[in-house]
């Protein structure tokens, strides 16, 4: 059967050499691969490509995630929650679309920072990675407060979930409160390795920053955590994380998060 990753642009992607280490050690025939579809052709690619025998699943990133939401036949619990898709299965003839990146980032989170019951957390972005962490970090942690450029965005979100909201223009200052700091848009991902979407002036010790983008492995926002003497946590383990509860959707089997992990992170050491 054929898995793809569903994107714009998605060159960058480590999700193929992740999967099929995957598919090769549980002896599965399958090849997952990278699928890139701009915008205006999606629905076409999901009435052709997508609908058809060989399809077995498929991943869904940046931009699609919440305009996957009206192209499914059916929405699962976890994307209808999280207002966005990122995991697509192919069943009895239906395409149904479900969300496992809250899973997997909460999870990575959680190992990392520990007992994240008494936080103030800060989740810059409302896309759709932003809007599956949003709903499931709201009933964990003690505060939460969305930021993002656009401040319209940001209110949808955080009226949909009961929460606070802001703009990372004008109220950045909020994050110098915040225990965990949560990036969820894509400013510093490779190329643009040298961006990060806050002042590093509100960043300092016994704060976490945890950034979902994966390459490069330490972005400046990161980093920057790290001058002020603060804790980073990197988005491979969540890719990780979320690339196993979508497998195991596939396939019935869960799959071994480490041998996903050293996959991944050798495709990204190969082009550096």
């Keep these: 059967m054929k898995f793809y990753l569903l994107g714009y642009p998605v060159g960058h992607s480590v999700s193929p050499p992740m999967h099929n280490a995957a598919f090769n050690e549980l002896g599965m025939s399958h090849e997952y691969s990278s699928l890139g579809v701009e915008p205006s052709k999606l629905a076409e690619i999901i009435s052709t490509r997508i609908r ?14 919440i305009e996957m939401l009206r192209l499914v036949d059916e929405l699962d619990e976890s994307a209808e929650m999280a207002g966005a898709v990122n995991t697509l299965q192919w069943k009895d003839g239906a395409l149904t679309g479900d969300n496992t990146d809250a899973t997997g980032g909460v999870r990575a989170l959680i190992e990392s920072y520990g007992d994240i019951s008494q936080t103030n957390t800060v989740l810059l972005g409302a896309g759709g990675a932003a809007n599956a962490l949003a709903a499931q970090l709201k009933p964990r942690v003690k505060e939460l407060t969305i930021l993002n450029r656009t401040e319209e965005k940001a209110r949808a979100l955080a009226e949909r979930i009961g929460t606070n909201f802001g703009s990372i223009i004008r109220d950045q200052a909020l994050i110098e409160s915040a225990d965990i700091i949560v990036n969820a848009t894509s400013v510093g991902m490779h190329p643009n390795v040298g961006e990060s979407p806050i002042d590093k002036k509100y960043l300092h010790d016994g704060q976490m920053v945890f950034d979902i983008v994966y390459n490069p492995q330490k972005t400046q926002i990161m980093l920057d955590a790290e001058e002020a003497e603060g804790r980073s946590l990197g988005g491979l383990w969540m890719l990780v994380y979320q690339g196993v509860e979508a497998f195991e959707i596939w396939t019935g089997v869960r799959p071994s998060a480490q041998t996903m992990y050293d996959a991944a992170k050798m495709a990204l050491l190969e082009r550096h």
């Design 52 to 65: 058809a025998d060989e399809f077995g699943g498929g991943s869904v990133t940046i931009p699609h995630k």
